[in-house]
């Protein structure tokens, strides 16, 4: 018992210092660039569509979903390409890489360089090629009689373009979360003046945590990551202790609770632009508080398959051979960040290679397809297989290429 209460402590701790502290100042500062341009990019790139696939993979390389939820209204509106959406979707990065880049930077340079390089070739192809698009719609169609929601398909270069109404398509966001959740996520959904002022006290108590936290994982990551004693106090050790087990609890607060109560409830949804300093920091912190959940709970299945099992999971992954980046790739296929993270935490735990960590980035689409399923199902299903295709082709090219072209290790590389 004594053993799974440190582990569990041990989890707490080190996810939010080591991993959600470096999110919220990522998080922040792209919420930050949004608020401050108040949507500007999104309408520079309206008017120069031929740039869409290099612009989408941009967006969808930025971490956390939010870069590539911007995306989806855009198609829907017509005012982007299929090949667009693909290249955008294939780079997204997701939440998964806060954790990558805590725990791996090395290895996330590599990994979404890669799935940056692919997004742009493959989505070039889509809309200069067609690849096929028109068959692959004919065929999930054949599978559903579910239509698209008031859509008016027009061929564009073998690729289909989708007309809504700017109104409608205006509150694809907004759809998709009332789908999911029953709610609009701006503002409040619960009216209780108590749990407003305690919610809120949590939130600045959550940044309070956040400052100390990222102050202690700069000195730890400069001190060679050492061992941290679990102690309380002023010392290095004790605010390590102090800040990363405050700040998970907020966190957990935050998420199941504080959420419906400060607005910004419906974390894993970016807004094209913020309308204050005090949106901004509430919608990082959320996003964050989502992420740290995640963490730890990875963190916790992972340790605690290890402590019960005695499972050499690592090893496992290796006798796997060819089917570890299919596995990774498979993953990419369930929407959301969740999962993504889980398998993100188990490569900087070294029990997935590299191949399968980049084939699941290349294939992951995070919370970015939400809304294109909430509007367009058709092309949400063509959109998922279009990221898989690469994803297999560029694992199974790096498991029999990466340590023996390159000479690096296929396990914890690039691992802090």
Not at 4 to 26: K, N, Y
Not at 31 to 53: C, F, H, I, M, W
């Amino acid at each position: 018992m004594s053993e799974v209460a440190d582990i569990f402590l041990g989890s707490v701790r080190d996810g939010f210092v080591q991993v959600s502290a470096f999110v919220a100042v990522t998080v922040l500062l792209f919420s930050y660039v949004q608020y401050r341009t108040d949507g500007r990019l999104v309408k520079k790139l309206e008017e120069n569509r031929r740039a869409g696939p290099l612009v989408g993979a941009l967006m969808g390389l930025t971490p956390g979903c939010g870069g590539a939820i911007v995306m989806m209204p855009l198609y829907v509106r017509g005012s982007v390409s299929f090949g667009t959406v693909v290249a955008t979707l294939i780079a997204t990065a997701g939440d998964a890489a806060f954790v990558i880049l805590a725990l791996a930077p090395e290895a996330a340079l590599y990994s979404y360089g890669i799935a940056f390089a692919t997004a742009i070739l493959f989505g070039y192809a889509v809309d200069n090629f067609g690849l096929g698009v028109g068959r692959v719609d004919r065929a999930v169609r054949s599978l559903s009689t579910m239509a698209t929601d008031g859509g008016v398909a027009a061929p564009v270069t073998g690729n289909k373009v989708h007309h809504y109404d700017d109104a409608a398509a205006g509150d694809v966001e907004g759809a998709c979360d009332a789908e999911r959740f029953g709610h609009d996520h701006d503002g409040p959904v619960r009216d209780s003046p108590l749990m407003r002022s305690v919610s809120l006290a949590a939130l600045v108590a959550w940044w309070a945590a956040a400052a100390v936290g990222l102050g202690a994982g700069v000195l730890y990551l400069l001190r060679g990551a050492p061992d941290v004693p679990m102690v309380a106090g002023l010392s290095f050790a004790g605010l390590f202790t102090v800040a990363g087990i405050a700040g998970t609890t907020l966190s957990v607060y935050l998420y199941f609770v504080g959420r419906k109560y400060v607005g910004h409830g419906d974390v894993g949804r970016a807004r094209d632009t913020f309308g204050s300093t005090y949106e901004t920091l509430t919608h990082a912190a959320m996003e964050t508080s989502f992420v740290t959940v995640w963490v730890i709970a990875a963190y916790l299945l992972y340790e605690y398959a290890m402590l019960f099992t005695g499972a050499d999971i690592a090893g496992l992954a290796a006798a796997a051979g060819v089917l570890a980046p299919v596995a990774g790739a498979a993953v990419g296929l369930i929407p959301g960040c969740g999962p993504q993270i889980i398998l993100s935490t188990a490569y900087a735990e070294g029990a997935i290679p590299f191949s399968a960590l980049t084939a699941n980035a290349i294939s992951q689409d995070g919370d970015a397809l939400f809304p294109l399923i909430a509007i367009d199902k058709t092309a949400a299903v063509v959109a998922s297989i279009y990221t898989t295709v690469p994803a297999l082709v560029v694992g199974v090219v790096l498991h029999y290429t990466w340590t023996a072209v390159f000479g690096l290790p296929q396990f914890g590389f690039g691992v802090l």
